[in-house]
């Protein structure tokens, strides 16, 4: 079975541009949560979709927004991007919601804002 | 506010010996806890996890013990092995919700 995709693995961006990045779960799963990892604050949760729908958000502006399709991928977008916006986006996938169901997670988006 | 915290960055062990990682947290509505470990250039793996009704869970080398009335738990990894080298995160939620708040994680680091 193949595990997460995450697209692309890398991304240089510079202040003020916007970006998506992209994550298809593991064939079967229905949630996937997105998660931003710096090394000043460790892994942080963005926010979680189940079947099409926001079931959770983190402590994030309103300039990170994120989508689920019917096919289970789902995307990200961050606007009007800044320096410290810069990070590793991981994205994992779950069967099911809710954290008692095992996260799989994929290698995640590197992303620098110069 | 870190409400899961992991206060040794780093962790040096000799292969063959235990490995004990610790976790602490705030939040007492927590009632779900994971491990994860991570290899550079790759996502988070899950390794084990426990709820708030046990203290105690294992997985083979794996085990995590829970002590609610400390808001304190830990990873064995018995015997280490080289391959466990690795940065270890522990991870927290509570009401079935899909947020997952994670530690500052410990780089395990096992010598041969």
């Known amino acids: 079975k193949a595990g997460v995709t995450q697209t692309p693995r890398y991304l240089i961006k510079t202040r003020g541009q916007q970006v998506t990045l992209s994550c298809s779960p593991i064939?079967?799963?229905?949630?996937v949560s997105w998660y931003q990892q710096t090394p000043g604050q460790g892994l942080q949760f963005l926010f979680e979709y189940f079947s099409e729908t926001q079931r959770n958000k983190g402590n994030f502006p309103g300039r990170f927004s994120g989508r689920q399709f019917s096919n289970s991928r789902s995307e990200m977008n961050v606007s009007t991007l800044e320096l410290g916006d810069s990070a590793l986006y991981l994205c994992?996938?779950?069967?099911?919601?809710?954290?008692?169901?095992?996260?799989?997670f994929g290698p995640g988006t590197r992303l620098t804002v110069l | 506010d870190q409400q899961v915290k992991q206060n040794s960055p780093s962790l040096s062990v000799q292969e063959g010996r235990i490995s004990i990682l610790n976790c602490d947290y705030t939040?007492?509505?927590?009632?779900?806890f994971l491990w994860y470990k991570k290899y550079p250039a790759e996502g988070p793996t899950f390794l084990i996890s426990?709820?708030?009704?046990?203290d105690k869970n294992e997985d083979g080398r794996f085990t995590v013990f829970l002590n609610k009335s400390a808001k304190h738990l830990s990873l064995h990894i018995v015997p280490s092995q080289p391959g466990d080298s690795a940065v270890y995160f522990c991870a927290a939620s509570y009401n079935q919700g899909g947020k997952l708040i994670f530690g500052q994680g410990t780089e395990l680091s096992v010598k041969p």
């Open positions: 426990i709820s708030s009704i046990k």
């Open positions: 994992a996938s779950s069967f099911l919601a809710g954290s008692y169901n095992e996260q799989f």
């Open positions: 064939s079967g799963h229905r949630s």
């Open positions: 939040n007492s509505m927590f009632d779900y």
